[in-house]
């Protein structure tokens, strides 16, 4: 069983950037695509965007592409996202877990709040 950790979240303006972490304890993480969701305040949770477990591809979610970076580093057993220029609109609580998740390693998330 994998158990997630994510941090990095917090407070920012416009334009500004934020790299979130995803910490992961667990020998076979490095087995599993892992991706970033969010979810706003009364919206669905959402995939952000995805990386295979080699890291050899990735995937964005229209709404963040150009501006949001996944990596991961599996010696370290951690998934980053890089987010750039961020919006308004982009305020959630981020999460990471598997792509396709698991509903048990859901974590606590990291609240990423973008002021106008």
């Known amino acids: 069983q994998v158990q997630l950790v994510e941090s990095g979240g917090g407070l920012v303006q416009a334009g500004g950037s934020l790299r979130l972490s995803c910490a992961a304890s667990?020998?076979?993480?490095?087995?599993?695509?892992m991706g970033w969701f969010r979810q706003a305040p009364g919206k669905e949770r959402e995939l952000v965007a995805a990386?295979?477990?080699?890291?050899?591809?990735?995937y964005y979610a229209d709404s963040v592409k150009g501006r949001f970076t996944i990596s991961r580093d599996n010696a370290k057993n951690t998934v980053y996202l890089q987010m750039n220029s961020l919006k308004p609109e982009d305020t959630a609580v981020y999460y990471c877990?598997?792509?396709?998740?698991?509903?048990?390693?859901w974590g606590q998330g990291t609240q990423v709040t973008v002021s106008s």
């Open positions: 877990n598997a792509n396709p998740p698991s509903p048990q390693a």
């Open positions: 667990g020998r076979t993480f490095s087995s599993y695509a």
């Open positions: 990386i295979a477990w080699s890291g050899g591809s990735t």
